[in-house]
């Protein structure tokens, strides 16, 4: 049976939720499926960390589903030459690599730790790939991002929370030699926001586009509604139909759920207690993430109740501005029917 193969890169903070993703994972495997995880660290993760993963994380004491630490110390100096930030670190540069670290893999999928996956991950691992490097999803800001490197917007910049990557076609165009030829050249000064600008530059032409579905971001709708079509390519529907069923839901931005919401959006919050689910499921789950785990469920509560209460309101002040007016004008069939 072969192999699912998955790539995490994560530091010791964020094991706790690196666990919640691998358990949503297995959750929604239908068979026995055998699956790889590759934890991908700077070294500083401590034995003991390691080991209590492993104990907090009961997905992997089947015999199917395995995981192992992979040290990444000599891909460190790349941080050195790039933008990294809070939300950017020398971690996420990791996926720039996998070709080289895993020389016996033809292809691999990437997650970032801040994701809950719910469907099955084997059908996003078997898609098509073949004549193309990666598979991803187009980000919010694709359009802008495009234009900062000066690229046609005819293609899309992809999300890098989620790729699928071909390791061999990756190879053929040697593609770390590429990295170091952008980091070198004055084209470094338009990578801004770290390895996804470097994908976008180096994989041009050899992306496949897959369903929003498969990597939506945990944003209230409002603000994702505002930049369709706009600052992406994205249509509207179909970011609405994809944010309604989302495949992973990617927990990207300065905002975790397992920091307590401070979204007004109550469908934000809807978003973010989908993480407690599986995050409830490891050894991880601690009295204070059920504290806020209840918390989010109360705000959850009082917002649909807020918004219940406004569409009331609209409805009663429609019917106040229609009530004088003359029946020859017309009037909404909606605005006689009671309640």
Known sequence: MPEIHVAFAVDETFLTYCSAALTSICRHLPGPE????????NGSISETA??????????????????????????????????TSAHITAETYFRLYLHEIFPELNKILYLDADVV???????????????????GVEDLMSHEFMKRLDLPLTEKYVNGGVLLMNLDNIREINA?????????????????????DLTALIFKGRIKYIPLRWNILARPAK???????????????????ARSNPYILHYAGPQKPWDGASSKEY???????????????TGYFTAEF?????ANRRKLKVNLIIGQLKL????????LKFKDRPRKQGRPRWLNQKG
Not at 290 to 294: A, D, F, H, L, N
């Open 50 to 83: 390691r080991c209590e993963f492993f104990e907090k994380t009961p997905c992997l004491a089947g015999k199917y589903a395995r995981a192992e630490f992979v040290e990444m110390k000599d891909r460190l100096d790349i941080s050195k030459q790039v933008v």
């Open 223 to 241: 603000e994702m509604a505002e930049r369709c079509g706009i600052v992406n390519g994205i249509d509207l529907e179909d970011m609405l139909a």
């Open 312 to 319: 009331l309101l609209d409805k009663i002040l429609l019917k």
């Open 290 to 294: 059920k504290k806020i785990e209840s």
């Open 176 to 196: 770390s030699a590429r990295v170091e030829e952008i980091l070198n050249s004055p084209l470094s000064q338009a990578v801004t926001f770290g390895d996804q």
């Open 117 to 135: 996956v719910m469907r099955n991950i084997k059908e996003l691992f078997d898609i098509d790939i073949s004549n193309l490097c990666l598979a």
């Open 34 to 41: 055998e699956i790889r995880f590759y934890l991908l660290h």
């Open 267 to 281: 469908t934000c919050l809807g978003q973010f207690l989908r993480w407690f689910k599986y995050a409830s499921e």
